[in-house]
């Protein structure tokens, strides 16, 4: 008897309970992608704080006390330590996840298994990083005055959206990657960018209403304003950003399960 595996090659063709049966792949791939990045590392898991806090003082000395840019009422680092930590997630799982088929050419090419699993083992490994960076977050804003609400139970599902924000995103380009290495090197600009035009560093409330459902396109905007509406207490995101944000990660979702379907076919042959 022979068994003949054919690449998907539309939706209707894609299978998440085979993701689901290899659960313990999916598993195993994270947990090496941990032990690989922490490998013969001084500091170890304590780089997962001094990231977002680095750029915290950075931010905190040429953009809240120079710059005077305002925080809604807050103060300055705790309103970007709050912004930067959904934030770490979404850039270094996007850049883990758009990497992950080229660094993963040698298992690709010898057994098969569901391809997806790799971006989505990659961003998975950083879910360790931003739980460690919450708890860290969530106990200097105690230091700051700041008391837990009942806003705090959104939390795990803002997480979860800035984590699916990130898989759609680093599936997308770990297939546009496996075909043309340039996004590499474009990549860690465009989040660089991005960066700067998500409300990290500055309040959502800024940009006029009329415009907050064309700002609301970034993906990462309503997520970072909810993040630190539900730790601060600040103005929450508007119907409009929010609706914008995940109709535009659905959006990017369709595109990227089409475009990974297409490229797997060819996948051994162009990684």
Do not use: C
Request: glycine share 4%; aromatic share 14%; hydrophobic share 55%.
């Amino acid at each position: 008897m022979t068994t003949e595996i054919r690449p998907s090659r539309g939706l209707a063709d894609l299978d998440l309970r085979e993701l689901w049966q290899r659960r313990e792949l999916w598993y195993f791939l994270t947990w090496r992608d941990l032990r690989i990045r922490y490998r013969q590392t001084v500091f170890g898991f304590a780089w997962a704080v001094l990231q977002p806090v680095a750029l915290t003082i950075v931010f905190s000395v040429f953009l809240g006390y120079l710059a005077r840019v305002p925080s809604d009422g807050v103060p300055y680092p705790a309103f970007v330590l709050a912004g930067l930590v959904p934030w770490t997630l979404f850039s270094s799982a996007l850049l883990a996840a758009s990497n992950s088929l080229v660094q993963g050419r040698d298992i690709i090419s010898k057994v098969y298994f569901p391809r997806l699993l790799l971006p989505l083992s990659a961003a998975t490994s950083h879910l360790l990083d931003f739980a460690i960076a919450t708890v860290v977050l969530i106990v200097a804003l105690f230091f700051y005055g700041f008391t837990a609400s009942v806003t705090l139970l959104w939390l795990p599902l803002i997480a979860a959206q800035a984590f699916a924000v990130s898989v759609v995103l680093g599936t997308l380009m770990s297939a546009v990657n496996a075909r043309y290495r340039d996004v590499q090197y474009a990549l860690p600009l465009a989040v660089q960018v991005w960066l700067f035009l998500t409300p990290v560093a500055y309040p959502a409330s800024l940009v006029p209403d009329q415009w907050q459902w064309v700002y609301g396109l970034n993906p990462m905007a309503g997520v970072v304003e909810a993040f630190r509406w539900a730790l601060l207490g600040t103005t929450p995101p508007s119907g409009q950003m929010m609706l914008s944000s995940i109709l535009s990660t659905l959006g990017l979702a369709v595109i990227a399960a089409v475009y990974f379907q297409r490229t797997e076919s060819v996948l051994a042959d162009v990684v």
